[in-house]
């Protein structure tokens, strides 16, 4: 079966970090770009953080920006998410998606089930 796992998700105070991974299974990751997506309580899903799959070329939203930081090992067919600085407004399930593709483009072929990040004292 063709799937994405997260896990790391948790509960964090602000200030913390968490770590989130994205495992493949089913398939390799090495020929596919990797998102990172949030979506929060009554609020639209939006783009976190993307990597090529050609170069290692990265992308932040300008919320996450120098506080995220995507890095992938295709040797354990796996896409991380590290996060610094988490800030109550980071509170949400996040989501890997791959598509075989050099760049992080729509729409991707595959999704993961999410893992819950909270933020909060």
């Known amino acids: 079966q063709l799937q994405l796992v997260e896990s790391g998700g948790g509960l964090v105070q602000p200030g913390g970090s968490l770590r989130l991974s994205c495992t493949a299974s089913g398939f390799t990751l090495d020929y596919y770009a990797i998102g990172w997506f949030r979506q929060a309580p009554g609020k639209e899903r939006e783009g976190v953080s993307c990597i090529s799959s050609s170069d290692g070329n990265t992308f932040y939203a300008d919320s996450v920006k120098g506080r995220f930081t995507i890095s992938r090992d295709n040797a354990k067919n796996t896409v991380y998410l590290q996060m610094n600085s988490l800030k109550p407004e980071d509170t949400a399930v996040y989501y890997c998606?791959?598509?075989?593709?050099?760049?992080?483009?729509?729409?991707?072929?595959?999704w993961g089930q999410g893992t819950q990040v909270t933020v909060s004292s």
């Open positions: 998606a791959a598509v075989r593709a050099a760049f992080c483009i729509i729409p991707y072929d595959y």
